[in-house]
């Protein structure tokens, strides 16, 4: 539909004539101008001898040539995976172009994602996939050996390392041109969360030029056309929460392809609620990385965390940079500190550096580049906590018992907090006073909720009654649990 | 989409406010009525604070609630089903109703049709989606012992045996109410067939009184609310080409439970270009519709019949009632009598009356019998071949070499027939004067080509050039073939 599909609309009659049906295809011609298109019908919407077109094909407006298309041979490759049978480098190579030209109706790229997580790719496939769909977007050319670059398998809340790690490798002289994507269904995506204080939408010469003055940016990966088919891929897989193996590894390394980069820290996090479940998934999913990576010509480090409860303290754009600012200070959340550590050590190593993050965390010297790439990125000159705003309206949740916290559920937590308004609303979010193992009596506050909205934080408020994603348990239950 | 998907259309800035994304569901509620419809964005199309409806919403037009609606359960019950785990009872009974009330949008059925291809489904799996494919739809009682009914898996062009069953059963006194579907790829359905000579839109009360007075009917099954869930899961799985068997079973059993059939007989063709490619699939489907069919109290028995070439020798609505009126004379295409007598003596067994279908093909009854129903359908009195008249643009295809006709392809056949504007130009079609083991001389017509407007015979011409569907051999070819 609008997303970008393209659909011809044309009359149940005229349907009829040509000898069409809902979601067959026809072909679309004028003046040697050729390209192929979904089609629905009506009854009325649209009337005999007339076509409607989606957003996607409003360049097609005015007289055109409609005909019966075939079936892309792309669905009959479909057709054979579901088979069992593999597939050949040619045919990975169509589905891709098909599903880029939006050629695959939405039923169709439903059985895809579903096909290719039920059936699993083999190391060749992998490769195949990811090599045609670096192809089928723009690839940047830097002029340096080293292009370094970070990327987090999602899931877990707060976990906003980037913010911390770009400027400790781009103060290195490292160039780290990071693009990061916007939340789909969590509180806050990494773009999001600089979005609170700087601008983050900017074309494929801006964020050339970022980089090149301070080696370093922190942007919005939506307005660069690198590796588009991933989009429409992420799109089907969503509703479905289906994240395959294969595609995953295929959708990062492609985009981490044609963004130019050549060293590349992967983090992993597992756990219950994360999207990866569990420690052999997660080494699974590493040794693709590498192996694919090494295919690719980047070397691909992968590091394995605990990702069952939130990360830092913060949930929502504001909050979360408030984090970040912190440990950038020297100090924030031990847990944000040294995961983002962890990480920037490991890329700092991969591109023959002294693996001193620790240190120009406490030193400043961190903080001033990060403050340095936000003012590039328009924003504000030495941005600290102060500039921060948090939304007004808040409601503390309590304990309702005294124990020991046993879990902290992502899902929940990332629900309360989209429904407090973020990322749309900057300021609105969660703030986690305790986190797992803490120890809380009775009426001790848990979580603050911010909201920029009152009927947000109501709403919100409404669904903390039902569950507020934090269980307390005895402390003799919690020893019993670990005998 | 239009089709009957649910969908409301709203501004990006609406659903950004809602914390909404296209794909997402929505409640819409209005006066203690409630709704669920999956959410598209727009950038123009809609305004702020207003939404757009597609056609099965068209009923909530004016002021209503809009707000953010949890994924139905039935999408975590497909992932289930994908990650290997079984259905119960009332996980399955849930996908049915959410399926039925339009709540899964396309990507979610691609999803759901090819989960149930590549993962299969228990025998009690299959029993509790056929149970709940019933319940989703009306139920038809009559007030008699035995109702008769036939289907056949279809896949085979010009396999016109209904309209020769139908009359031998309902000579007999024996009641059955026929619903036939209307061709979506092929040149015709049974009801676009029966279309040709007389009305097939009845609504059930009025089917009960054709079925009253003359024992049987041949009418189009789409006005009547069978298993309506049928048709929504048929259009997933026709772009991807999908039978799978649980849910062909499941289909067909629900169909005839609903229609409150209870002595069926399924005609499974099989070989290369029918639905059924194998007689080991056959078989394997055969035992799951007896088994089902024993479940749901319904006396099932299958044929499995050769299907790899088209039966009887017209293909298109006139032709194929052409064909049908040569049976019911007593003469016509041989194989379509030797399977039509088949399936209608074992129709007649199982009702317990004498199984002398050919009797009464000769002896001009069956033929009464038909013109009887076909005048109560409101048809012509007497109907017979004069009445019948063909596309008067005619193109005869004629053999290429001397030889054998080795194999005439279903597939090619098909997609001729319905180029030639057949379903709806009735007059259009193929007439095959050859089938396979017949020896032709160079030159010879193999089959004429029946258009009613020229420019369609024109394209038919074109594609004739590149395959005709008739494949040629020496004799000593075949000879070799044969060792």
Same mark, same amino acid.
């Given at each position: 539909?609008?997303?970008?599909?393209?659909?011809?609309?044309?009359?149940?009659?005229?349907?009829?004539?040509?000898?069409?049906?809902?979601?067959?295809?026809?072909?679309?011609?004028?003046?040697?101008?050729?390209?192929?298109?979904?089609?629905?019908?009506?009854?009325?919407?649209?009337?005999?001898?007339?076509?409607?077109?989606?957003?996607?094909?409003?360049?097609?407006?005015?007289?055109?040539?409609?005909?019966?298309?075939?079936?892309?041979?792309?669905?009959?490759?479909?057709?054979?995976?579901?088979?069992?049978?593999?597939?050949?480098?040619?045919?990975?190579?169509?589905?891709?172009?098909?599903?880029?030209?939006?050629?695959?109706?939405?039923?169709?790229?439903?059985?895809?994602?579903?096909?290719?997580?039920?059936?699993?790719?083999?190391?060749?496939?992998?490769?195949?996939?990811?090599?045609?769909?670096?192809?089928?977007?723009?690839?940047?050319?830097?002029?340096?050996?080293?292009?370094?670059?970070?990327?987090?398998?999602?899931?877990?809340?707060?976990?906003?390392?980037?913010?911390?790690?770009?400027?400790?490798?781009?103060?290195?002289?490292?160039?780290?041109?990071?693009?990061?994507?916007?939340?789909?269904?969590?509180?806050?995506?990494?773009?999001?969360?600089?979005?609170?204080?700087?601008?983050?939408?900017?074309?494929?010469?801006?964020?050339?030029?970022?980089?090149?003055?301070?080696?370093?940016?922190?942007?919005?990966?939506?307005?660069?056309?690198?590796?588009?088919?991933?989009?429409?891929?992420?799109?089907?897989?969503?509703?479905?929460?289906?994240?395959?193996?294969?595609?995953?590894?295929?959708?990062?390394?492609?985009?981490?392809?044609?963004?130019?980069?050549?060293?590349?820290?992967?983090?992993?996090?597992?756990?219950?609620?994360?999207?990866?479940?569990?420690?052999?998934?997660?080494?699974?999913?590493?040794?693709?990385?590498?192996?694919?990576?090494?295919?690719?010509?980047?070397?691909?480090?992968?590091?394995?965390?605990?990702?069952?409860? /939130?990360?830092?303290? $913060?949930? %929502?754009?504001? @909050?979360?940079?408030?984090?970040?600012? !912190? &440990?950038?200070? +020297? *100090?924030?959340?031990?847990?944000?500190?040294?995961?983002?550590?962890?990480?920037?050590?490991?890329?700092?190593?991969?591109?023959?550096?002294?693996?001193?993050?620790?240190?120009?965390?406490?030193?400043?010297?961190?903080?001033?580049?990060?403050?340095?790439?936000?003012?590039?990125?328009?924003?504000?000159?030495?941005?600290?906590?102060?500039?921060?705003?948090?939304?007004?309206?808040?409601?503390?949740?309590?304990?309702?018992?005294?124990?020991?916290?046993?879990?902290?559920?992502?899902?929940?937590?990332?629900?309360?907090?989209?429904?407090?308004?973020? /990322?749309?609303?900057? $300021?609105? %979010?969660?703030? @986690?006073?305790?986190?797992?193992?803490? !120890? &809380?009596?009775? +009426? *001790?506050?848990?979580?603050?909720?911010?909201?920029?909205?009152?009927?947000?934080?109501?709403?919100?408020?409404?669904?903390?009654?039902?569950?507020?994603?934090?269980?307390?348990?005895?402390?003799?239950?919690?020893?019993?649990?670990?005998?």
């Amino acid at each position: 539909m609008e997303a970008d599909t393209s659909i011809v609309i044309i009359n149940e009659k005229d349907a009829e004539e040509l000898g069409t049906h809902a979601l067959d295809r026809v072909n679309l011609d004028r003046d040697g101008e050729h390209t192929i298109a979904v089609v629905d019908t009506t009854k009325k919407m649209v009337q005999e001898g007339e076509i409607g077109l989606t957003k996607s094909l409003h360049k097609w407006k005015g007289s055109i040539q409609v005909s019966i298309a075939s079936k892309p041979d792309s669905v009959d490759y479909i057709k054979k995976k579901m088979d069992g049978k593999e597939w050949n480098s040619e045919e990975i190579r169509k589905i891709i172009e098909d599903i880029n030209k939006n050629a695959l109706s939405d039923i169709e790229m439903g059985a895809y994602v579903t096909t290719i997580y039920t059936k699993g790719m083999s190391f060749r496939e992998m490769a195949d996939l990811t090599e045609s769909m670096v192809e089928a977007g723009e690839v940047i050319k830097w002029g340096y050996d080293k292009i370094a670059d970070k990327h987090s398998i999602g899931g877990v809340p707060g976990n906003r390392v980037t913010p911390i790690i770009i400027p400790i490798i781009a103060e290195k002289g490292i160039k780290i041109p990071k693009t990061s994507s916007r939340a789909i269904t969590s509180p806050s995506g990494t773009a999001d969360t600089m979005e609170a204080i700087c601008d983050i939408d900017f074309s494929l010469d801006e964020i050339k030029k970022i980089v090149e003055d301070t080696d370093g940016c922190l942007v919005w990966g939506g307005s660069v056309k690198l590796s588009p088919v991933d989009d429409k891929i992420i799109r089907a897989e969503h509703p479905l929460s289906l994240d395959p193996e294969g595609q995953v590894v295929a959708s990062v390394l492609s985009k981490k392809k044609a963004a130019g980069s050549n060293k590349v820290v992967i983090d992993i996090p597992y756990g219950e609620g994360a999207k990866v479940g569990n420690i052999d998934e997660a080494r699974s999913l590493a040794i693709d990385f590498k192996k694919i990576g090494e295919h690719m010509e980047i070397d691909v480090e992968c590091t394995i965390t605990r990702g069952e409860q /939130p990360i830092g303290r $913060g949930i %929502g754009p504001v @909050l979360e940079i408030r984090d970040c600012l !912190r &440990v950038l200070n +020297g *100090e924030g959340p031990a847990d944000l500190r040294k995961k983002s550590v962890r990480l920037a050590n490991i890329l700092l190593e991969m591109c023959d550096r002294e693996p001193n993050a620790e240190e120009l965390l406490d030193n400043g010297k961190a903080l001033k580049k990060f403050q340095e790439i936000v003012e590039r990125q328009n924003g504000l000159k030495n941005v600290s906590e102060p500039d921060l705003e948090l939304g007004t309206h808040t409601k503390e949740v309590k304990a309702e018992r005294k124990g020991v916290i046993n879990h902290i559920e992502n899902k929940t937590i990332a629900e309360i907090g989209s429904r407090t308004g973020a /990322p749309k609303d900057k $300021g609105a %979010g969660l703030y @986690l006073h305790k986190k797992k193992g803490d !120890r &809380v009596e009775k +009426g *001790e506050v848990l979580m603050t909720v911010y909201a920029e909205k009152e009927e947000k934080l109501e709403k919100v408020v409404q669904q903390l009654e039902k569950n507020s994603g934090y269980r307390i348990m005895d402390e003799n239950e919690m020893i019993i649990e670990g005998i």
